[in-house]
Structure formats: C-alpha cells, structure tokens
C-alpha cells in the first residue's frame, strides 16, 4: 500500500482539504491535529483496525457528527460540514444509510436522482449488478444486495466529495471488482472519493494512496 503523500501546498488546488481535524469523546481522543487533501479525480483509502476513528473522521467530513477542531475546504473555500450547501457537495454512504420500509429499491434511488431521471436510475442499479431489483423491497434483499442498491446511490446523487464506509462489506470477490471499477471510473477530475476499508484486495484494485488511522502505539 502507498502513503497519502503531504499537502499539495502551492500544487493544483485540491477538492477536499482538511486541516487540523479533532474529535474526542470525553477522555478518548480519536484523531488530533489530522491534515489532508484529496486531488480532483483521487481516491483516499482510510485504514487502520477497529476503533481507530475511520467511521468517525467519514462521519465529521459528511458533516453528520461535529469535529471539535479543524476546518474543512471544498475546492478552496472553507465549508461548514452543518450546512446545506456542503451536503448538496458532500455524499456519504455510511453506516445509518436508509431504507424506508414502503419504497423500492428503484424508489430510493430516484429520490436522489437529480431531475428525477428514470432512466439514470436504471442504469446506476445496472452498473452494479442489480438492475433485476429495482421493484423488490429492502426486506427482500440480502445484505450483498442492499449493498450494491447503495452503492448505485452515488452514480445519480450529484456530489463533488464522495464518502464510504467499508463499501466492501457484504460483497463477494466479483462484487468488490466490480466496486473498484465503478469507483475509479465515478473519480472523475472535478470530484474525488474518501472511502474506509479493511479489504487489501480493495485498496491495491483501485491503487489508491492511504490515511493510516492506526494509533502510533499500536503500529
């Protein structure tokens, strides 16, 4: 695995930039002094074991848990992680993703479809491999399944900065190729991926730099 390399300083202007990132919970520090960017059309693996803070740092860039310290910048102007405007640009399939019990696969992907494209919504659950459930309801589908509805999510969600939260889970070896692919082609020039993962397989398919959470006590 390669090393997220340092901040670009004076290079092209990133698409994501964190600078001084802090969470604690009470005495538990979970990441201080945390500095990053991701380039437009990168993809950024966080690694690191269980409890390292990969799903809290996803969480604090989607703006859905608060930092305590640190900005954030989306092509060079500082957002507010609270605010509409950086979740029009931020898009995070993380943990809480919902499925509303009463809507269809296909529903739940139109409903984040820009201009409510029918036919972009087809091609996203195609794309991953699901294109036969898109009438089925969330309770019928397996955890691989619900996975990969997920995942098409993000081919119809206009974003700018997207967040994964262990995409790999629940995918079998062709399920995970398929991801690496989808992944690598949806980071295009002007938009950039930050995605968790404990699969090597995944992290050396897309041949992405990673952010090593590991606390330096443990490594």
């Known amino acids: 695995m390669s ?104 529903d739940h992907i139109l409903l984040m479809a820009s201009g409510g494209d029918d036919d972009a919504v087809g091609a996203a659950l195609e794309a991953f491999g699901v294109a036969g459930l898109r009438d089925r309801l969330p309770e019928s589908l397996s955890a691989g399944q619900r996975r990969r509805a997920a995942l098409a999510a993000a081919r119809v969600r206009p974003w700018r900065v997207l967040l994964l939260d262990e995409p790999e889970q629940h995918l079998d070896a062709d399920g995970i190729d398929l991801l690496a692919a989808e992944l690598t082609s949806m980071a295009t020039p002007d938009r950039c991926i930050v995605l968790s993962s404990h699969s090597i397989g995944l992290v050396d398919r897309l041949g992405c730099p990673v952010l090593d959470l590991t606390p330096s006590e443990r490594r």
């Open 3 to 106: 090393v997220l390399p340092e901040s670009t300083g004076d290079r092209e202007r990133p698409v994501l930039h964190a600078a001084g990132l802090r969470k604690t919970y009470g005495d538990l520090m979970v990441f201080d002094d945390l500095t990053f960017d991701v380039a437009g059309g990168g993809v950024v693996a966080l690694v690191g074991p269980n409890g390292s803070g990969k799903s809290t740092l996803l969480e604090c860039l989607a703006g859905a848990t608060p930092l305590d310290a640190g900005t954030i910048a989306l092509d060079g102007r500082r957002s507010d992680p609270s605010s509409a405007v950086h979740w029009r640009s931020v898009f995070g399939i993380l943990d809480d993703f919902t499925w509303l019990p009463d809507l269809t696969v296909a």
